[in-house]
Structures are given as C-alpha cells and as structure tokens.
C-alpha cells in the first residue's frame, strides 16, 4: 500500500481504473499505487476496506458486510462505490482534501459516451480538478509498452483486461482500427467455475477459480502438462471436497473466451489497412495486460494469425505507465491523446 508523502501534493495523476486492479502514476514519482478494485462496505454503507484488504474479504464475509466490485467489464457498475474507492486512492497519494490534481484516466475503447462520463464524473467527484482527462486503453497500454506510437508505421497492441480485451492497430498517434470485446480475466475465472461445476458438481469461490486459471490454464498445448488439487464445496453432499484436475481439462473449460480474444485479433487484423498490415508483420503484435500471462497465449495467437508475437516488458503496468508516460508530456499531447467527456 502507498503511504502518503507530501512530495505528491499538487502532482498530477493518471488512474488506470481496471476492472480487477486499480494502478496510480503520479507525476516524476511513477506508479505508486497497485491495489484490487474492491471495497468491502457495512451494513450502513459505510466502507470498511479498500483494495488489497477488501479482496481478502471476497467469499469470506459474514451477511452484513458485503465485498464489492464496482466496475464490470471495464466500465462502472456502481457509481458511489467506484467513487468511494478512487477517493480513497487519491488519498493514500494526497492526504489533502485541499489538493486537486490535474488527473487522466484510462477507459476501454469501446465505451459509449455515457460510460464515459460516469468516469469522469466519479474521478471529479473523488477530488480531481476538472475536466479529468480520458485516455483510451490500448493507446495507453502501447505507449507503456515500448511501441513508437507516433511514427507513421504499424502498430499493433492486445491489451487483455479483467473485464475486456482491447485490440488496436495505431499509426502516427492515433487508432486506425480498433475491437473491443467484453472477454477478460472475469470471463476466464467464470469459465473455469462453470465447468467444475459441470463435470466434478464442486462449487468454486471467485478467489479459486481465479488461482486454478492462473496455474493451471493455458491456451496452447503445453510440453508438460499439470496435475493440481482443487477445493471447493460439493453440491451434493453440502461437504468440502478435493478433486484433482489437469492443464488439458482447464485449457477445455477456457476455449470459449479464448477463441473470442483470438477473433478480436482476426478481426482488427482483417480491416488493417495492407501496409500497416506488412509493418506488423514484420514487427509482431504486442500482448499486455494480466491476460498476456496466459500460459501458450502468444504459442495460439503465432498459430492463428501467422505474425510474431511479443509479450510487453511490464504487461500489468503497460496501461499505467503508458498513461504516466503521456502525462509527464501532457502540455505537447493536449488535444492529440487525451479527451474530456464533456467536449
């Protein structure tokens, strides 16, 4: 957790406000806050935990407290909550109800108009100075990820999200073509649940299914598969059961939501425009993003689509430090990269 440091006052911020994790950057400090977009609220509605603390609590709450997510698929699904919760991030950089910063913060590209001020109006209600700035993601995860997004060449960028895959090919500054797809990290963990379900009658909490995906699920076949344990609940008996599941059942259960991250690709790929298309043949799509960790993803996309691929240096933190990136040149980017809902 960040602790206050008064050398922040006044600074401005970028948010990465994900659907699984919250990310802040602030200016010349770099990112100095990473906590789980969760809020664990009272019976009063009052907020007892926020972030790392409030996810310990999912699944394990007595019934008046309840742990909340409040963004869905990349956008906000309860306001006051989000709103609690960015007010408090901003505290832990800002410990001053004084302070306003100037702050940018990064929406999937396919959000509409209203979803889009929604997060607007909950950073400027948490304490930013108005307007907050929007960044779209996957301009945010290529400039974090090393991609010379300015010159007039091909780029491609995968960033996979909690809540949704952003897939985007840009070329001198700005989106030439671009697929978002509500399929991420959730869909995966939901997948994983459904199918251990089905086939073992074992009822999976969230934090489960989410530590059985990340070590046992892949998308590509793997040299060595895996053997793991899985605990849960039977839903015959009522009893807490073991089971004993491998990568190949796993990489079954996930081959829905994987073959829709893999279409996006196909997609954007098909409406790029043929000297683009030679550029990232010749330099590969760039994956980000916590899905990029997918154990054979890069292994199914090379497959797929026939073009190298590369995984970003820091992939969890491509969104934020792209998006840091773009504010510590905010006053030459004004008006190129950033745009106010209320424009």
Not at 147 to 165: A, F, R, S, W, Y
Request: aromatic share 4%.
């Amino acid at each position: 957790m960040a602790r206050f440091n008064s050398n922040f006052l006044g600074r401005d911020m970028a948010v990465d406000l994900g659907t699984a994790n919250t990310l802040v950057y602030v200016r010349g400090a770099g990112i100095v806050l990473s906590e789980p977009s969760v809020v664990a609220m009272g019976s009063n509605d009052k907020p007892l935990a926020v972030g790392s603390e409030a996810k310990r609590m999912i699944g394990r709450t007595p019934a008046h407290i309840r742990a909340i997510r409040p963004l869905k698929d990349g956008v906000i699904s309860d306001f006051e909550v989000c709103e609690t919760m960015l007010r408090y991030f901003i505290q832990q950089v800002h410990n001053s109800r004084f302070s306003k910063p100037r702050m940018i913060i990064c929406v999937p590209s396919g959000v509409t108009g209203v979803e889009q001020r929604a997060v607007q109006d909950a950073a400027e209600f948490a304490g930013a100075r108005k307007p907050a700035y929007i960044i779209e993601e996957p301009m945010a995860a290529a400039i974090g990820a090393g991609l010379p997004v300015q010159e007039p060449t091909g780029n491609m960028i995968v960033d996979i999200g909690g809540g949704t895959t952003e897939v985007a090919v840009i070329s001198l500054g700005g989106v030439v073509t671009s697929q978002s797809v509500r399929v991420g990290g959730d869909e995966l963990d939901d997948a994983v649940t459904q199918f251990i379900k089905k086939e073992y009658s074992l009822a999976l909490g969230e934090r489960t299914a989410e530590a059985v995906k990340m070590e046992l699920g892949s998308a590509w076949r793997l040299e060595q598969e895996i053997m793991a344990e899985i605990r849960g609940r039977d839903l015959v008996t009522g009893l807490p059961k073991t089971i004993v599941t491998s990568t190949e059942e796993i990489r079954d259960a996930i081959e829905e939501p994987v073959s829709s991250i893999v279409d996006a690709v196909k997609v954007t790929l098909d409406k790029t425009p043929p000297e683009l298309a030679a550029d990232i043949m010749e330099r590969g799509i760039m994956l980000a993003g916590g899905g990029a960790l997918l154990k054979g993803l890069p292994e199914r996309l090379a497959h797929e689509t026939g073009m190298p691929i590369r995984i970003a240096p820091r992939p969890l933190e491509a969104v934020a430090l792209g998006s840091g990136q773009a504010l510590e040149e905010f006053e030459v980017l004004q008006g190129v990269l950033f745009s106010s809902a209320r424009d």
